[in-house]
């Protein structure tokens, strides 16, 4: 007899540990790197991106983009 997809695709789970240790992220007891950027176009200096008026300047993030 054969068992359907149902019982066998939900009796295994994948547990990943992670651990922070001398300020590098472990995976599964392995050093892992994590590259980000974060971006938003009001972030600049004098600049607060949530109270400042928004608007659109499409050229000067167009100038970021290409930067980064």
């Given at each position: 007899?054969?068992c ?17 240790k ?12 994590i ?26 993030m167009k ?6």
């Amino acid at each position: 007899m054969g068992c359907s997809l149902s019982e066998t695709s939900t009796s295994r789970q994948i547990k990943t540990k992670v651990e922070l240790k001398d300020n590098w992220y472990f995976l599964n007891g392995e050093r892992f790197f994590i590259k980000a950027i974060g971006y938003e176009i009001g972030a600049r200096p004098g600049q607060h991106p949530y109270e400042d008026e928004k608007k659109d300047h499409l050229e000067l993030m167009k100038y970021d983009l290409e930067n980064i």
